[in-house]
């Protein structure tokens, strides 16, 4: 075993993973705790933050117990998640209603009226992707127009791992792959929100982080309260993470100009990646983490 170590921990679509590595990448302890998925309509797919977090705190305990290490040689935290996933909180941080994640397609009507309003070929310009009911600005634009009521309590529209982040420590954060795999409203020429797409859509600038992090930037400090829930040590370092499939790409270490990786769980992709921006409406881009 290599000093220092590091917790790393994904929020998958069917369970939660977590593990303990040396800094040469051995796996020192690992743990899994399944989650549901709730379906309330055909075609729809949600899940409870608070699932996610319950299923967190028992695979870092687990993951701790069976390492057998002292939690003070834990150096930093860093976690992915399933995007683009839809985590509505109040003023706070509370969710308003599950989350819509990434396999929910009922944003099919807001897609067409992007579509004949604003135009799949001018968000694909500023994006670099296409308009479908996959990306969270349009699950986004759903809530909006569906649940008035909810609508009026969002405070902050957060990732599947930025929802865990602020539990650990207090902070909101959001990465580029995140920002990125919202969608429309990112512009991943200028690396930033897209401001007039945003005033366009009706959806304020204000719910969403100010800053765009990139996954490896310390955003903040694990809480006195999270430490103690998780049996770590206070003020961990934690780093902005990402999303699940461009973090999987980095933990193969693809990291050069075509190398190709594969992510098979609930749902498989493969990613190829590229230095020099080149993009095609048959494939979702990511900004690097």
Not at 17 to 38: P, Q, R
Not at 73 to 98: M, N
Not at 115 to 124: A, C, D, R, S
Not at 125 to 153: A, M, T
Request: glycine share 8%.
């Amino acid at each position: 075993m290599e000093y220092p170590l590091f917790l790393g921990a994904d929020i998958g679509t069917y369970g939660v993973k977590s593990c303990i590595v040396d800094s040469s990448g051995e796996i020192v302890a690992s743990s899994f705790t399944e989650i549901d998925v709730l379906v309330p309509s055909l075609g729809w797919a949600e899940q409870l933050p608070e699932d996610w977090w319950n299923a967190y705190v028992r695979c870092v305990r687990n993951t701790l117990k069976a390492s057998r290490i002292d939690p003070a040689d834990i150096a930093g935290i860093s976690i992915s998640g399933h995007a683009p996933t839809c985590v509505p909180v109040d003023e706070e941080f509370k969710p308003i209603r599950p989350a819509i994640i990434w396999m929910d397609r009922r944003a099919i009507q807001e897609a067409e009226w992007v579509k004949k309003e604003i135009g799949e070929n001018e968000i694909f310009k500023k994006s670099g992707n296409v308009i479908d009911p996959y990306f969270s600005f349009l699950k986004i634009l759903w809530i909006k127009r569906h649940e008035e009521k909810n609508w009026r309590k969002i405070s902050k529209v957060l990732t599947t791992h930025g929802y865990i982040i602020y539990k650990l420590s207090g902070e909101v954060c959001i990465d580029h792959c995140s920002a990125g795999n919202i969608g429309g409203i990112y512009d991943i020429h200028k690396r930033s929100w897209n401001d007039e797409l945003m005033d366009e859509l009706g959806i304020p600038r204000s719910i969403f982080p100010e800053k765009i992090s990139l996954s490896k930037d310390v955003i903040g400090e694990l809480s006195e309260d999270a430490a103690r829930i998780l049996g770590l040590k206070r003020a961990t370092p934690i780093v902005a993470g990402g999303v699940d499939a461009p973090i999987s790409a980095l933990s193969v270490t693809a990291l050069n100009e075509g190398d190709l990786t594969s992510m098979i769980g609930t749902s498989m992709c493969n990613g190829v990646i590229q230095d020099e921006l080149r993009l095609s409406k048959k494939v979702v881009t990511y900004p690097y983490v």
